[in-house]
């Protein structure tokens, strides 16, 4: 587990609703448990959007009303990451939906550490391309801005209505 820093924009697809939601649901996840709060942003827009396909039904991703949101992270943030190599070792199929309480424990002990405000892990759909997670509850927070908020529409070839 490494720490480095970046400048760079990240991407959250979301119900326009909670677009500018910035504490999370507390829906556990890949990455948290029921009850802790993490707000789940991808590296791009392509593969947030990818993100997004894969964790919804198709009837969803058409009838919602969606924005994407770029957060931006200062280049003095230091980010937390959890690399490839460290998830093969400690599982080789980490990224199979089953296996999520052990990628679930990584972050709610992140989440507990409060050591960074962003958290740096591989994709379970694309592993050469990253998702940052960010903690709410960190002092640091605040430092992540919303850049931009727009509307956001999947393309219907995408997935089958």
Known sequence: MNLSFYLLNVYRISQTKYAHDRKGSG??????????????????????????????????????????????????????EITLNQLQKLNANWYKVINYPATQ???????????????KVPSAIIDLEYNYLLNPAHADYNKITISSVSKFAFDPRLKAQ
């Open 105 to 119: 424990m990584l972050g709610d002990t992140w989440l507990r550490k409060m050591e960074t405000a962003v958290l």
């Open 27 to 80: 829906i556990d996840g890949r990455w948290n448990s029921l009850g802790q709060y993490m707000i789940y942003t991808g590296g791009s827009l392509a593969l947030s959007c990818l993100e997004k396909l894969a964790h919804s039904p198709g009837t969803a991703l058409y009838a919602g009303d969606f924005s994407v949101i770029i957060f931006q992270i200062p280049d003095n943030l230091p980010i937390f």
